[in-house]
Every structure is written in structure tokens, then in C-alpha cells.
């Protein structure tokens, strides 16, 4: 009973979010002028009403579950990921990389090779904040912030240097490193569905087993709550640290692959940020930093940004209103205090 | 009768337990009313349900007659009710005027001002003898006056009816002593005090009436005057209580712990060991005995491996570990009940089942090559929790949930439980009940009597003198005196850890 109680308020900070996330996003939209009960349908059908639109909802937040993951996963261990966007970049350059050369190489070998390359370059961008913070106590915040920068530079940087294609873009990896799938693009009305998916789920699992079922994960969660404590049992503090930071970064480097490998098959110059490194930290915040909060969040969050495109075609409402819901549902799993106590307040009544 | 605080039928639940179950509680004006139970009785949930800290399922309060409604402690306060809790609630970083008056600013044109809040915060400590220096920060001061920080918190909004939870229990005799003369001065300028506190001596020397709880339902009040010590114990437990140590003569075998010339520095670089010898014997409990601030931290630490000693040498059963690593030093036959149990002893965050592997999950049965053996360790979870009567819900439930006495019966379990060659035992009984302690103690009896050493630390002198095969007393980083606690006594002790003089020095 103790564990249905935790559960469901494990689950109810996140679903009242939502909820009043998508009121208040009526609201705006009732004072802007919009009809909102028109507008969420439009929404709705905007992510369900066709297998286009749903392949395109799970490429959308593929590359989101993985960001959300290595925010998730650094948090679960006490530390503050802010440089998933730069790991995630590092990491797509990688898998095209690799993706790029060994022509003739089987699948099997080819995508498996690019995808851990990918993880590798993103653990190695990991690796400096870790250590800054392990060996010198500079704050994991300011140092990942600052290898945002460097890696958007860096990458853009190789790119011109040395895999500039006609574009402003690399060349198109080699068939075999490709995650897309002409069966996956035919089921789903030729979206851009593709395997990655399936890493992503596959991802998530790692994560939890690392976390919850390895002596590893044990250290790593003993560490973020009490370095005291894990001194005192013996744990390595510094090398869990930088372990932290570099398998958040490996999931991070994996995300970038999911574009790199799938929904693109190249890498453009970037003239900013992707986003979806940072949007990974909403994500990670909203699923409670667990893998399968991290998947739904992910899911929602994708849903909801490709739904926006069919709410402005048919309702006319500009799609920046759903990037206000989804601050606004950030906002309130935030101040989840302020939720514990609306929720306190009806079980009261409910209760007499 | 008017009762300045009257709880009636209280009610409080959480999940898989009912911490207070119909409990009343009646304080009259001026008197200090004691709250006594065992560990996990439900006597600081009871407390935090008159601050306003949690909301009762059941039952009525009154204050001074009146029947209110304390939705937070700022009800509380209003209501005049102030709480000193267990663990301290202060800025580390600001000074003690300014955590006096925190939440409750004196302003100037909109602006602290700081100058006339530290006259007040002098002007009330003068008045209830509470010393203190208003611009000394938190950081920098000892735990005692930290305490008199917590206390003129209360005053200075106003309290006129204060909740003292454990507030002896990290003090060192002297403090005690200290506080008992402030709880008085309090109660002439007539105040209320609610004392909870595990020491039967303190209740029988400050406290008017006593309100006993056994597994959160109330067992009665009654007058100090009325009762006695071995009465209190067993109302609270429930049977008798033994309070002297039953156990036979050492049989000290081989050396196990040899400690030579060791110097142990402070952060700052003072040395707070100062070559320091000492040796151990299996079969044998030697006591520390000195003042708070002697260097027993350091030592500790350094034994550990939780510091670096500057220079000396530690050696575990023949095996040198100077500076070794905290993992290698426990695999060398070390066990170590820490003394701040929240700093050292638990990650709160975890299971109590997580917590009993916190020194061996990663090797057989407990994990395989690199995954944890779940059911393993919570088949060992329960087996300690029963074994050491550790009251909680179950092995899931997080350690943070547990009252401070299961917390510390907890790391109990799980050090004894390995049965090292050395056991380090740094204020073990430190907020546990009397039936706890006796348990324990017996728990520390029988592992000597295995053959292993133990090495006690402790500011209760009774716990010492009972405990103990030798007694090392330690004075500025040296130990100063070594005596056998059937040929010395409270006073003589007292006297050594003040850097006296025996008549006649025993031999190290
Ligand atoms: N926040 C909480 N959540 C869940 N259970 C709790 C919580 N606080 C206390 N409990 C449970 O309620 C019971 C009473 O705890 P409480 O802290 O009141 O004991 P106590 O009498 O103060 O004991 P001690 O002398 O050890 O401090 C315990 O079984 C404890 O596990
Ligand atoms: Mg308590």
C-alpha cells in the first residue's frame, strides 16, 4: 500500500502538470481569440489521426528520450548535465563520421560501430567537466555550458574543414550506417521513421539496469546523495564522478547519433543549438529522472510539437503556443510544491 | 484545570505505520514536562504535530484552553510555541544575530538593521542567561552554543512554550549541565518547557511530570516526584530495565590495534592528534574518555582512513594501514559505527536494506560480478532488522523515514554484524532509548568476549566506567592516563580529561 501511495504521487506531480499546462493554454488561447476546444482536437488529431503523423511523433522524440536520459542519469548521481546539446553534437558528427567510411561494411557491424562511436565522443566531451569537478570543484554547471560553445564550434569547424559537401553539410553516410527503413517509411506513409527507436527504448533499459541493478549504479546514486557516506563505505568519490558525467555524456553522444543516423543521414553546419539537448533536461525533469517518466515525458513532448503543426493549419494557432504549454507544464513540475499542496487541499475535502 | 498545551487523542499515520495512536498530552503553566518513549515510540512526530509540521489524521489541540487549528509552525508561533529540533536548523554561513532573526527582520526604512537586532538578541540573552556572541558565524562555533542560537530563535519570537527535542543528546556533559541551568532560568521567567529526552537521570533532576508513549499509544503521565528511574524504564519498555553492563572479566589475546606516535592534523593544519600511542588487545573494551574537542574525531579518522595522518603509524592486527584507503582498512577487519550518523553512517536517500550493505554490497552474496543480488540483501536486511529490533515498516522503507534511535540501531546492525577484529565505536548509544542502550552494550560485551577488540568513544562517562575493560583518557591529542574503571570514578575521570593529574601515574 506504502508503494502504490509513492507511485501515485510519483505520477500525480507530473499528470496535474499537464493538466494544467493544456488549461492554461486554453486560456491564452481564449483571450487571444482562438477557439481552444478546436485547437486541442486539431492537436490530437495532429498526432494520432494517421500513421504519417504518428511516425513522425516517435522520430521526433527519439533523439529526446536519449537526451532526457543523460540529464536523468547525471541527476540520479547528483550532478547537473547542462551540456547534453554539446555531447549530443560531438556525438552526430561521430556516428556520420564513421557512418561515412568502411563502404561495403555489413549493417550489423556498420551501425553498431557508429552508434558507439557516437557514445564515445560524446563520454569524451563528458570527461572535462567530470574531471574539473572530481579534481578541482568547479561547478559541472559552468563547465558544460562552456563545452556547449566549444563543441558547436569544434563541429562546425571539422565540418568545413574537412566533410564539406555541397550545402553547407557533409556527404550522406553510407547506406550500411543508415538507421532508416524503407518497411518503417512504408507503414507509416513514408514519415521519417527509423530504427532508432528501438536504441532509444533499448537506451532507457540501460539505464534503469545501470542505475538500480549494478553495484556500479549502487556507487554512483551513493555518491550523488551523501559523498560522506560513500567515503565511508569505500566508494572511489572522484572516479564516480567523472563515471557520471561520462556515461550521462555517452547517452547524450547516442542521441546525436539518433539524428546523424536517421532522420538526416548527415551533419549541417549549425548556426545555433539544436535544442534538444536542453529540451532533454525538461524532459528529464518532467519524467522524474526515471527511464520510463523519461520515455513518457519524451513521447509527450514530441507528440505535442508535431500536433502544434497541425493546430496552426487547422485552428490557425501559432505553434509557439504549445512551446508556452510546454514551459508552462516545466513551470509547474517545478513548483511542484505548489501542486503538493492543491492535491493536499482536495484530499482534505475529499476526506472531510 | 487550564492547561497551557492540551493534545487530546491524537492521531498521526504514515504509510505502513501509525506513529501516534490516541496519544494526550497535558502541560500545565510553568512546569518542564518530560515525553518519554522508546526509539520510534512517536514522540517527535507528536512534537512536529504541535509545531504545525505535520497535520494530525485525528484528535484536538488546545492552547491555554483554546481550541486551535496549527496549520504550520508560523501558527505555531504565533501561538507562542517555538521547537529547538534534534538537528539544528541554522545558517552555517551567517551570523548568530542573523539566524536569531531570520523570517523576523527588525526593518528600518525598509532595511535590516542588523546593529539594533544584535542589541536585542544581547538584551535576551542577558535576561536568560544564554551566551552567545551575536557576530560569531554558525561555522565557527561549538554545538552547545549553536544550541543557545536554536533556543533564543524561539525567544526571540516570542515562545513562551518550548519543545526541546533530544536537545542533551549531542551534548557533552559540561553543556548539559549548562542547559539544565538554562531550562530553570526559563521556566522562573515563566516559561513551559516539553522535554524529550532518553536520559532518565535529566527527567528525575529538571522535570515536573512525565508523559510516557510506548509504540505510539499514551501509557500515562506521572509526577516526577512520584517515581523513579527503574519505574520510568519500565512503563516506557514495558518491562525491567538492567542498567549495569553484565559481563565476566576481559581475556585480552594478541595485540590487534597498535597506534604509534601518531600525529593527525585539522583542516587548517593544527594538530589535533598529537603523538598519540595506543594498543588494543582482542578480547578487550577500551574506552575513550575527554573532553569534546580532544583530538577523538581525528583519531577516529585517521584509524579509518577518512584523514590523513601527518606522521606515526597505525598498524590492524599486525598490518601496517597508515593512509590506506577507507575499503582496504574495513577489508583489513575494521568495523565503524560512526558519530554522526546522518554525515557518515547512512545515505538517507536509500533503503534501509541498501543502507545494511553500505560496506559489503559489492561482494558475494550481496552482488555477482557487478550485479546486485536484490532478494540477497533484503533477506539480510530483515534478518538485522529483527535481530536488532530496528523499527520500521520494512527493509523498502528509506532510511530518512526511520526516528533518529532506529536510525542509529540500524548502523549498529550493520557494523557489529560483520564482526570485525576492530570494532570502532564512536558514541554508540547516542539517542537511544534504555532498552536500546542495554542491548547494545551486551552486543559490545559479546563481540569482545569473540576475541575481537573494541574501541569506544564516549562523552557519557556512566557509559565508559560500565562499559569498559581500560579507559584511555585523551587531553590535547595525547592519551594522557590509562585506569581500570573498578579503581577510578566519575570525579577522577573528570579530573584527567581536564589535563590533571592521578597521584600516582600508571605506566602506558
Ligand atoms: N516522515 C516520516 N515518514 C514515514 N514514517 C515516519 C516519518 N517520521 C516518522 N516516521 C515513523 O514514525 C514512527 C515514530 O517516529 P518518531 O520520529 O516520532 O519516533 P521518536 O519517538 O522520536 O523516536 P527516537 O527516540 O528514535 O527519536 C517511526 O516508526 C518512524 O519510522
Ligand atoms: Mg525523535
Excluded at chain 1, 563505505?233 to 555524456?249: D, F, H, K
Aim: charged share 20%; hydrophobic share 45%.
Amino acid at each position: 500500500m506504502e508503494v502504490l501511495k509513492n507511485k501515485f504521487s510519483g505520477f500525480m506531480i507530473p499528470l496535474v502538470s499537464v493538466i494544467l499546462g493544456l488549461l492554461a493554454g486554453a486560456i491564452i488561447m481564449l483571450f487571444s481569440g482562438y477557439d481552444p476546444i478546436l485547437a486541442y482536437t486539431a492537436l490530437f488529431n495532429g498526432i494520432f489521426s494517421n500513421t504519417y503523423v504518428m511516425g513522425e511523433t516517435i522520430r521526433q522524440f527519439t533523439p529526446l528520450i536519449l537526451s532526457g536520459l543523460a540529464v536523468a542519469f547525471a541527476f540520479r548521481t547528483g550532478l547537473f548535465n547542462i551540456g547534453v546539446e554539446g555531447q549530443l553534437l560531438v556525438g552526430w558528427l561521430a556516428s556520420v563520421y564513421v557512418g561515412l567510411q568502411f563502404d561495403g561494411l555489413t549493417p550489423f557491424l556498420h551501425i553498431p560501430l557508429a552508434i558507439l562511436a557516437a557514445a564515445a565522443a560524446g563520454a569524451l566531451w563528458g570527461v572535462v567537466p567530470g574531471f574539473l569537478k572530481a579534481k578541482y570543484h568547479v561547478h559541472e554547471v559552468i563547465t558544460t555550458i562552456m563545452m556547449n560553445y566549444i563543441a558547436l564550434h569544434v563541429v562546425n569547424a571539422i565540418i568545413r574543414s574537412y566533410l564539406l559537401a555541397p550545402g553547407e553539410r557533409t556527404e550522406t553516410i553510407h547506406q550500411s550506417a543508415s538507421l532508416a527503413s524503407a518497411y518503417l517509411q512504408s507503414i507509416t506513409d513514408f514519415s521519417r521513421l527509423h530504427y532508432g527507436f528501438l536504441v532509444a527504448i533499448i537506451g532507457a533499459i540501460i539505464m534503469w539496469f545501470l542505475l538500480w541493478k549494478t553495484t556500479l549504479g549502487y556507487e554512483l546514486r551513493a555518491v550523488g546523495f551523501n559523498t560522506n557516506a560513500s567515503q565511508y563505505a569505500g566508494i572511489n568519490v572522484s572516479r564516480n564522478i567523472v563515471l557520471s558525467m561520462v556515461i550521462s555524456g555517452a547517452f547524450a553522444g547516442v542521441a546525436g547519433s539518433m539524428e546523424g543516423l536517421g532522420t538526416y543521414g548527415y551533419m549541417s553546419i549549425l548556426s545555433a543549438f539544436t535544442g534538444i539537448g536542453f529540451d532533454g533536461i525538461a524532459v528529464s525533469l518532467l519524467g522524474a529522472n526515471s527511464a520510463i517518466g523519461v520515455v513518457l515525458a519524451a513521447a509527450l513532448f514530441g507528440g505535442l510539437k508535431i500536433g502544434a503543426l497541425n493546430m496552426q493549419s487547422v485552428a490557425q494557432v501559432p505553434t509557439q503556443l504549445i512551446e508556452i504549454v510546454i514551459a508552462l507544464i516545466i513551470f509547474f513540475v517545478a513548483s511542484s510544491y505548489l501542486i503538493r499542496w492543491f492535491s493536499n487541499r482536495l484530499n482534505k475535502r475529499g476526506k472531510i | 484545570m487550564e492547561y497551557v498545551i492540551e493534545m487530546r487523542n491524537i492521531r498521526k499515520e504514515f504509510p505502513g505505520i501509525v506513529a501516534n495512536d490516541n496519544v494526550t498530552l497535558q502541560v500545565q503553566q510553568g512546569e518542564i514536562h518530560a515525553l518519554l518513549g522508546e526509539n520510534g515510540a512517536g514522540k517527535s512526530t507528536l512534537m512536529n504535530v504541535l509545531f504545525g509540521l505535520y497535520q494530525p489524521e485525528q484528535g484536538e489541540i488546545y492552547v491555554k484552553g483554546k481550541k486551535v487549528n496549527i496549520t504550520d509552525p508560523n501558527v505555531a508561533n504565533d501561538l507562542g510555541i517555538g521547537m529547538v529540533h534534534q538537528h539544528f536548523m541554522l545558517v552555517e554561513k551567517f551570523t548568530v544575530t542573523e539566524n536569531i532573526i531570520l523570517g523576523n527582520e527588525p526593518r528600518d526604512k525598509g532595511r535590516v538593521n542588523l546593529k539594533k537586532a544584535a542589541k536585542e538578541v544581547e538584551a535576551i540573552s542577558k535576561q536568560y542567561g544564554l551566551k552567545v556572541d551575536p557576530y560569531a558565524k554558525i561555522e565557527d562555533i561549538s554545538v552547545g552554543m549553536q544550541q543557545r542560537v536554536e533556543i533564543l530563535k524561539t525567544l526571540y519570537r516570542g515562545a513562551e512554550i518550548l519543545i526541546f527535542d533530544e536537545p542533551t543528546a549531542v551534548l557533552t556533559p559540561q553543556e548539559i549541565h549548562e542547559l539544565i541551568q538554562i531550562m530553570k532560568r526559563l521556566i522562573e521567567e515563566g516559561k513551559s518547557i516539553i522535554l524529550i529526552t532518553h536520559k532518565l537521570k535529566e527527567i528525575m533532576e529538571v522535570c515536573d511530570r512525565c508523559t510516557v508513549i510506548r509504540r505510539g499509544k499514551g501509557i500515562g503521565t506521572v509526577d516526577i516526584s512520584e517515581t523513579n528511574p527503574d519505574e520510568l524504564a519500565s512503563m516506557m519498555v514495558g518491562r525491567e530495565v538492567n542498567f549495569s553492563v553484565e559481563k565476566g572479566p576481559a581475556h585480552p589475546k594478541e595485540e590487534v590495534l597498535q597506534i604509534e606516535n601518531l600525529v593527525v592534523e585539522d583542516a587548517r593544519g593544527v594538530p589535533q592528534v598529537n603523538d598519540l600511542s595506543l594498543s588494543l588487545k582482542g578480547g578487550e573494551i577500551v574506552g575513550i574518555a575527554g573532553v569534546d574537542g580532544n583530538g577523538q574525531t581525528e583519531l577516529i579518522e585517521a584509524i579509518t582512513g577518512l584523514r590523513k595522518a601527518k606522521s606515526g603509524m597505525i598498524k590492524l592486527s599486525g598490518k601496517d594501514i597508515t593512509n590506506h584507503k577507507p575499503r582496504k582498512i574495513t577489508e583489513s577487519g575494521l568495523g565503524h559505527i560512526p558519530q554522526d550518523r546522518h554525515k557518515h553512517g547512512l545515505v538517507l536517500d536509500f533503503s534501509v536494506g541498501e543502507n545494511m550493505v553500505l560496506q559489503t554490497y559489492y561482494q558475494k552474496p550481496y552482488s555477482n560480478k557487478g550485479v546486485l543480488k536484490l532478494p540477497k540483501i533484503m533477506e539480510k536486511a530483515k534478518s538485522l532488522i529483527k535481530e536488532y529490533d530496528v523499527r520500521t515498516p520494512s527493509e523498502m522503507t528509506p532510511a530518512r523515514a526511520l526516528s533518529g534511535g532506529n536510525q542509529q540501531k540500524a548502523i549498529i546492525a550493520r557494523e557489529v554484524d560483520r564482526s570485525p577484529n576492530l570494532l570502532i565505536a564512536a558514541q554508540p548509544t547516542r539517542g537511544l532509548d534504555v532498552g536500546a542502550i542495554e542491548f547494545i552494550h551486551s552486543k559490545l560485551v559479546e563481540e569482545r568476549d569473540k576475541g575481537k577488540a573494541v574501541l569506544m568513544i564516549s562523552f557519557e562517562l556512566d557509559e565508559i566506567l560500565n562499559v569498559s575493560d581500560r579507559i584511555a583518557v585523551i587531553y590535547e591529542g595525547k592519551i594522557v592516563d590509562i585506569v581500570k574503571p573498578e579503581e577510578t570514578n566519575e570525579q577522577e575521570l573528570g579530573l584527567l580529561m581536564a589535563g590533571g593529574k592521578r597521584e600516582k601515574v600508571g605506566d602506558q
